[in-house]
């Protein structure tokens, strides 16, 4: 049993001001693992000031002393891969498979701020005028729990690129994956107030942050609601932000495709992170005259989707977060029968064995159509809508036909093809017959998936304020 009672403030930690505590639950057997003291308001602005001055010194710190930061950041997080991983199977409850990878992103990201800011000219010629890239100012960090210490790497080594420094909430439930790296980052030794971190609930230091004067720009990842209302509180005084919201993305099999490989590649796309990832792939549009091998072919490959302990190398998807978000998934696939929807595989209640956790039987629903509720709303667990189509183009109109435009995903056996549906998806990263991420690369999404981008130069341009020099 693990008790944090420390945030981390200007170089050092700090017992909060703010005395309420929450329980850390493990999800795999819902037993406590621990507990976390939350901070509050006062706590909030005492790291938003020392963000502040900390940020007039190190804003004019030059490229070669944030590159060194930023190494000193990476072999700290590195050295403990390890601890950080388990520590998120145990309390997250991801598997271990989808763990190693989230660390392994999370000093990956580290290294694509490093290369971003060797590449990246922060004084710049413009017709006859030069342009500098300055620091934006303070910014608030704002991460969700399905990847914790991933965002939160991204987010601060982009910030830290920039010559900004930051304040930065995570989720309450992940404090004992913040707390280890939050020790990484300490010693790291980043100059005080660069880096500060408080836990705590979002109506409290989220909401804080996103209206606080002195916050200059705020980087959000999560629901899609909770980010129109840190837009609205942010327009006050005029923040800078990059949301990174929710997701419906469609994942569409061509009917030239090689069904044997695009099936399991579209299950992994869906239930990836346990169906806990915005970017999964939860409507899987197939062509009417293949939906029975679809059919046949998910069935088969969901049988051999391994749901239980994550600390197994071989499971696929492990529980969900906690017992709100189960019952959340539950209530979304009683909506899928009521709606009329034919249950291929999965449905209500826990798999056999594995009532004591918050496990969901990975779910497909057939016969979806795309008014339905179940392909329209975000469940984030592993449930799968396939919708079936008559033409290429209906296929197009289907995938944009969403709120959301986050990922989308494409199979098909021609290249040209593929490229060409590619191109008509309105979605900020489309897939081609894989899954993979490219750190360097532009992520965020069109629609009500958010605003901006986050990796490489888009998302490093995102945390600089442009300054023409006239002479």
Wanted: glycine fraction near 8%; charged fraction near 20%.
């Amino acid at each position: 049993m693990k008790t944090i009672d420390k945030i981390y403030v200007n170089g050092a930690f700090v017992t909060p001001h703010g005395t309420e505590v929450a329980e850390l639950i493990n999800p795999s057997n819902n037993t406590v693992i621990g507990t976390v003291q939350l901070g509050d308001v006062e706590d909030t602005r005492k790291a938003i000031a020392s963000a502040k001055a900390a940020f007039k010194s190190f804003s004019q710190t030059t490229k070669e002393q944030r590159l060194e930061y930023l190494q000193k950041m990476y072999e700290a997080i590195a050295k403990r891969q390890d601890e950080l991983t388990e520590v998120m199977v145990r309390e997250y409850g991801g598997t271990l498979q989808f763990s190693k990878m989230s660390t392994l992103n999370a000093l990956n990201s580290i290294q694509s701020a490093m290369e971003t800011l060797k590449q990246v000219e922060l004084v710049r010629t413009v017709g006859q005028s030069q342009v500098h890239m300055e620091p934006v100012g303070v910014v608030g960090i704002i991460t969700p729990w399905n990847a914790s210490n991933s965002f939160i790497s991204n987010k601060l080594s982009t910030a830290i690129a920039a010559g900004c420094t930051a304040v930065i909430k995570p989720s309450e439930m992940s404090a004992l994956q913040t707390q280890i790296l939050t020790e990484c980052l300490h010693e790291a030794g980043l100059p005080a107030g660069v880096f500060n971190i408080v836990n705590g609930r979002g109506d409290v230091v989220g909401a804080e942050i996103s209206r606080h004067p002195d916050i200059a720009k705020i980087s959000f990842t999560g629901s899609t609601q909770v980010g129109k209302s840190i837009a609205r509180n942010a327009a006050d005084s005029m923040k800078r932000i990059t949301l990174e919201l929710g997701g419906k993305s469609p994942n569409i099999i061509l009917e030239d495709a090689n069904f044997e490989t695009a099936v399991p590649l579209a299950i992994q796309a869906a239930f990836m992170n346990s169906g806990q990832a915005c970017v999964a792939g939860t409507r899987l549009l197939v062509p009417e005259t293949h939906l029975e091998e679809v059919k046949k072919l998910v069935k088969e490959t969901v049988e051999h989707v391994k749901v239980g302990n994550p600390q197994d190398a071989d499971t696929a998807v492990g529980p969900l977060v906690s017992k709100k978000q189960y019952d959340r998934v539950q209530s979304y696939i009683r909506l899928g029968l009521e709606e009329g929807a034919e249950l291929l595989t999965g449905g209500i209640g826990q798999p056999s064995g594995l009532e004591a956790g918050n496990f969901v039987k990975p779910t497909v629903f057939v016969n979806v159509n795309n008014q339905m509720r179940i392909a329209r709303e975000e469940i984030f667990g592993p449930v799968l809508s396939v919708i079936s189509y008559k033409t290429e183009e209906e296929a197009i109109e289907i995938a944009n036909d969403t709120d959301y435009g986050l990922q989308a995903y494409v199979s098909s056996s021609d290249e040209k093809r593929a490229h060409q549906v590619a191109g008509q998806l309105h979605a900020g990263r489309v897939l081609i017959n894989c899954l993979k991420h490219d750190p360097m690369a532009p992520f965020g999404g069109f629609k009500q998936s958010g605003l901006g981008r986050e990796y490489g130069i888009f998302g490093l341009e995102a945390y600089l304020e442009p300054k023409t020099i006239i002479e």
